[in-house]
């Protein structure tokens, strides 16, 4: 919502693009069969579209509206997203604007409680967190789409019906220049949380809906104070309710603040009442100097979401197939990973490098994801809006013994978002190694980054498929050479990593000082294999060419785990 | 004593939170007062009880 006088899309910082349905082939009675259709252009579906196109896939990109949505909404985004903006090549805009973070207060009564400082070391090429309006994110995915040869992106085209069969799937769309059925193998679904398609095939969201209401506002003001999440517990201009306040770009101030009890959602999100509220906040937390209000919205928090993320043909991702609570940023973030997650494995069953059954690993891999952030997140609801007295009062109880004791300070840990392992993934079965290994990443763990001497990322030289770091002791061995030229063939993307103490070889990465092995903790002979997503696919200590070409025809699903 | 991993005070604090639902506002305030008494018992420490009294009596003003 926006204030009296503006229209929905009239931004104080962000100027809306229209788009218009484009005239297509369908419409003139070409029946094309496309390899997937993408039901909605958010981040998520933009990324999915994205990613297949990396593995040469074309896709045809719908969505209902004619532009980007309507506020700053999903505002923090991961490392490991931006990692994937990396993988598809279209992060620079996203490092360019937003505004990067690693820090938190958390204050009860106006006493600073808990200082939040996320891991971030020089091996890591992003910072834990960036800040930036949602606006943004899909204006600088949708740069890479116009980009992409093979995007056929359809604005304001609405899914209005589905017919999924086991050889193909026929959606129904209207648009504005007419309707048409669309032919396609698969379907993605990236229609957000009140997403069509799930309603098309019957299927329902399962899991929890809390109490406590939040409204989200943007201000514009002229504040001076670090990029970092602010947290208040039981401050004066909120008694006994909770408020973040997070930096955007463009002097775009994010305030998220706790509805009263039995406070009404009408009389709430009504303009007068959030510029009160809001101005009240603003005035506690020292700004004097005037302010614009720019946008707002309301929510709950809900831990919600499908059994099965793929149907068949038609594969649920990002809200459509679960909705989180906001506290600790994995909304979008899970989202996006959801979107890189099928998309490789799509792309790779779409070209023939892998077979179908691969996709049935997406569900466990990414609803595991879910249920893991259900439980984190669970936990960060219970204590930013104690959904009970029971709740209430412990909550209250461990913030007032943080005012002076340690102990009781981790209560108060957001519990920003992590990326998930997929330790119980079937194409990651390899738990027993890890065994061998003091240290580095575990199997179905994404991999981590190592900055190099030549100011460069490890991660930087992973190819679009699978990349084998391969560590050797010097010259390198025969037995890695015919390894590596055996996974190729398996793998036509294959990129083989050589890491070794001097540059020998042409390709061999050079580590000097040896810091990639110690992350690693690595030894003459070991070999990891990384997925084309950079999660561990398995990692043998000495090596095992047998093995480690059963792992990866086990991810190709040419075998089963 | 050594005190408790932060995991273990997490699962005392649910516990707890699910405990205080269950017996009801008539009865929380017999419910915390017996567990603490319970604990000074098992504890068997007449000084770090006493501690944990003075740490527990501060930052009370103005709680609901």
């Given amino acids: ?25 369908e419409l003139d009675g070409v029946n094309k ?3 997937v259709a993408i039901v909605g252009a958010g981040p998520i579906g933009m990324t999915a579209a994205l990613t297949l196109a990396k593995y040469g896939i074309p896709s045809v990109l719908l969505d209902c509206k004619n532009t ?38 958390t204050f009860y009564r106006g006493q600073l409680v808990y200082r939040l400082e996320m891991p971030h070391g020089d091996n890591d090429k992003f910072l834990p967190m960036y800040n930036l309006q949602q606006q943004y994110v899909e204006q600088y995915l949708y740069d890479a789409v116009e980009r992409s040869p093979l995007i056929d992106m359809r604005w304001s085209s609405e899914a209005t019906a589905i017919d999924a069969r086991s050889d193909g799937v026929t959606l129904q769309i209207a648009s504005p220049i007419g309707d048409y059925a669309l032919e396609s193998e698969y379907v993605l679904a990236t229609d957000g949380a009140r997403s069509a398609v799930r309603g098309f095939m019957g299927l329902r969201l399962a899991g929890d809906n809390y109490e406590g209401k939040y409204v989200i506002a943007d201000v514009r003001m002229e504040h001076d104070y670090p990029t970092e999440r602010r947290a208040f517990f039981d401050p004066a201009s909120n008694p006994g309710g909770t408020i973040l306040i997070h930096k955007q770009p463009g002097n775009i101030w994010r305030i998220d603040y706790q509805l009263r009890p039995g406070e009404s959602e009408d009389e709430a999100i009504a303009e007068a009442t959030i510029r ?45 197939a679960h909705i989180v609570p906001i506290f600790g940023v994995r909304g979008l973030n899970n989202g996006l990973a959801d979107a890189h997650n099928i998309g490789w494995k799509l792309g790779y069953v779409l070209n023939g490098d892998a077979d179908a059954r691969i996709l049935a690993s997406y569900t466990p891999e990414r609803r595991g994801a879910t249920l893991d952030v259900f439980a984190n997140a669970s936990k960060s609801t219970r204590f930013m809006t104690p959904p009970t007295r029971g709740w209430k009062i412990m909550r209250d109880a461990a913030l007032s013994l943080s005012l002076r004791h340690d102990f009781a300070k981790r209560f108060a840990d957001p519990r920003q978002m992590t990326p998930y392992t997929y330790a119980d993934s079937p194409l990651t079965p390899f738990a027993d190694q890890d065994r061998e290994f003091a240290g580095g990443p575990r199997s179905g763990a994404a ?18 498929g699978f990349t084998a770091l391969m560590f050797a002791g010097g010259a390198l061995e025969l037995e890695l050479y015919e390894l590596g030229a055996s996974l190729k063939k398996l793998d036509p993307l294959f990129t083989a990593l050589v890491i070794g103490p001097t540059a020998a070889a042409g390709d061999c990465i050079s580590d000097n000082g040896e810091g990639i092995a110690k992350a690693f ?17 398995g990692r043998w200590r000495r090596g095992d060419s047998t093995g480690i070409i059963a792992a990866m025809k086990i991810c190709l699903g040419a075998m089963p785990a | ?46 000084e770090v009880f006493a501690e944990c009294i003075v740490i527990a009596s501060q930052d009370l003003e103005n709680s609901d």
């Fill in chain 2, 1 to 46: 004593m050594k005190p408790t991993s932060f995991d273990r005070l997490e699962k005392a604090y649910d516990a707890l939170a699910q405990v205080i639902d269950r017996v009801g506002p008539q009865a929380e305030t017999m419910f915390l007062a017996k567990l603490a008494l319970t604990l000074a018992h098992r504890l068997n420490d007449d």
């Fill in chain 1, 68 to 105: 980007f949505n309507d506020g700053s909404r999903a505002t923090c985004i991961s490392r490991s997203s931006m990692q994937i903006f990396d993988q598809l090549d279209a992060v620079q805009p996203f490092v360019d604007k937003s505004l990067g973070w690693r820090h938190g207060s």
């Fill in chain 1, 1 to 25: 919502m926006r204030p009296a006088g503006r229209g929905p899309l009239e931004s104080l910082y962000f100027d809306y693009p229209t788009f218009i349905a484009p005239r297509v082939a």
């Fill in chain 1, 33 to 35: 069969r496309h390899r």
């Fill in chain 1, 447 to 464: 991999c981590i980054n190592v900055k190099m001497a030549d100011g460069r990322y490890l991660l930087d030289h992973s190819g679009a």
């Fill in chain 1, 276 to 320: 009160a509220r809001v101005g009240a906040i603003i005035t506690e937390i020292g700004h004097t100097s005037g302010w614009d209000l720019e946008w707002w919205s309301i929510y709950s928090a809900n831990t919600l979401c499908l059994d099965d993320y793929v149907h068949g043909r038609v594969i649920f991702a990002g809200d459509s």
């Fill in chain 1, 521 to 537: 903790d690595a030894a003459p002979g070991t070999v990891y294999l990384l997925r084309p997503d950079l999660h561990v696919a």
